[in-house]
């Protein structure tokens, strides 16, 4: 079982993106299409990718936007993206029962080195993950196949054999590719009830 962070285990980071641009008279998905302009080469793909650190992104961020004719700071969004990313419980609830069940669990996530969110909410521990794979560390980010190969090998068990969570349909298509099952997670809730059909045993206990 691999569970992306943002959007699965905790609260989208895209929510605050689309009050963000509606409270400083942005377009709607302004901010996405940004970071989706050059989805390699920007700055929000190499901050996840650690080529950047903090204050390089903010800058370099700002200037994109800049660019496609919307005055962002980019130190304000992230500061909003830190707050009030509390797990979802339910998720929680979920990831505990399915170590109880002996399977083994990992984290798959995008992120960035520096992020001072890790130190204002509830972290991944070992009582959920046996792995965390990160982005930044790694040099490597979704949908990047070889990230997905990679958490697959530390957590030794083969791409068939793994259910994938993730709320992007971009970075559930090279796991499915791989031969991953994957989940999209829209709803948690009814994420979680497709995930417990598929494990065969109930996850709220």
Not at 115 to 123: E, F, N, T
Not at 159 to 167: E, G
Not at 186 to 198: F, G, K, N, T
């Amino acid at each position: 079982m691999v569970f992306d962070l943002g959007g699965v285990v905790f609260p989208s980071p895209l929510d605050v993106f689309r009050a963000y641009e509606q409270d400083h008279g942005l377009p709607h998905r302004f901010l996405s299409e940004v970071v989706l302009a050059d989805p390699e080469h920007g700055a929000w793909s190499r901050l996840e990718r650690g080529e950047l650190s903090f204050d390089e992104f903010c800058d370099a961020f700002d200037a994109e936007c800049a660019a496609h004719g919307g005055a962002v700071s980019a130190r304000e969004l992230m500061g909003a993206v830190r707050v009030g990313l509390d797990a979802r419980p339910g998720m929680v609830t979920a990831i505990g029962a399915i170590r109880r069940h002996g399977l083994k669990t990992g984290a798959l996530t995008n992120n960035w080195a520096d992020d001072p969110a890790r130190d204002d909410r509830a972290s991944p521990t070992d009582d959920w993950f046996n792995v965390v794979v990160e982005s930044a560390v790694e040099g490597l980010r979704k949908p990047d196949p070889r990230i997905y190969e990679l958490v697959c090998a530390r957590l030794d068990v083969s791409p068939s054999a793994t259910v994938f969570l993730d709320d992007l349909g971009a970075n559930l298509k090279p796991a499915r590719e791989l031969g991953m099952t994957t989940i999209k997670v829209a709803d948690a809730d009814a994420a979680l009830a497709e995930l417990a059909a598929v494990l065969g045993f109930d996850l709220a206990a």
